[in-house]
T-cell receptor
Framework: DSGVTQTPKHLITATGQRVTLRCSPRSGDLSVYWYQQSLDQGLQFLIQYYNGEERAKGNILERFSAQQFPDLHSELNLSSLELGDSALYFC??????????????FGNGTRLTVT | GEDVEQSLFLSVREGDSSVINCTYTDSSSTYLYWYKQEPGAGLQLLTYIFSNMDMKQDQRLTVLLNKKDKHLSLRIADTQTGDSAIYFCAAVPSGGYNKLIFGAGTRLAVHP
């Protein structure tokens, strides 16, 4: 158990809808990261937050947004969903912000299916 | 930008050693990681190595880094059926932060 909690485990929704994925980092970790895992794109970095502030941005679509709250949990909001958004969404956390010796610990993911 | 490549599939006999290979392009990458993903599960951190090291050993796992060739390998000694999983190599590219760049993953199949 990595200590990173993601809810829900599974989500099935229709095209055009909006969903929210939630992540609670490991105790003591200040950084939260979101990754998308799909069959054709592999594991893609979406966004990183550190102590409530956006730290780094990757291949995140404009239809997607995220935030990190004062209690350090994070939410990833996906809107105007398309079939191609179906994927496994992982949250990870680390102790530091950008220090290299701060490995990422991953949650078990939320599997999103868009029908 | 950084690109990480791995072979997609490896099959070994139980009890043999497995060697999973990875190459990366950014010579400035400072940390390189190995993660394991079992079916339906998240990514489990196995080990990582700093770029000023050549080798790191942790029980049955040995990581070798050839910085000149930008080649990383993970050796699993005495491979067991429980080691069957997808193994991901990941690198931290130059520019800081922690946005790991992952390879496509190597599926390890262990057969009796």
């Amino acid at each position: 158990d990595s200590g990173v909690t993601q809810t829900p485990k599974h989500l099935i929704t229709a095209t055009g809808q909006r969903v929210t994925l939630r992540c609670s980092p490991r105790s003591g970790d200040l950084s939260v990261y979101w990754y998308q895992q799909s069959l054709d794109q592999g594991l893609q970095f979406l966004i990183q937050y550190y102590n409530g502030e956006e730290r780094a941005k990757g291949n995140i679509l404009e239809r997607f947004s995220a935030q990190q709250f004062p209690d350090l949990h994070s939410e990833l909001n996906l809107s105007s969903l398309e079939l191609g958004d179906s994927a496994l969404y992982f949250c990870a956390s680390s102790e530091g912000a950008g220090g290299y010796n701060s490995p990422l610990h991953f949650g078990n993911g939320t599997r999103l299916t868009v029908t | 930008g950084e690109d990480v490549e791995q072979s997609l599939f490896l099959s070994v006999r139980e009890g043999d050693s497995s060697v999973i290979n990875c190459t990366y392009t950014d010579s400035s990458s400072t940390y390189l990681y190995w993660y394991k993903q079992e079916p339906g599960a998240g990514l489990q951190l196995l080990t990582y190595i700093f770029s000023n090291m050549d080798m790191k050993q942790d029980q049955r796992l040995t990581v070798l880094l050839n910085k000149k060739d930008k080649h990383l390998s993970l050796r699993i000694a005495d491979t067991q059926t429980g080691d069957s999983a997808i193994y991901f190599c990941a690198a931290v590219p130059s520019g800081g932060y922690n946005k790991l760049i992952f390879g496509a993953g190597t599926r390890l199949a262990v057969h009796p």
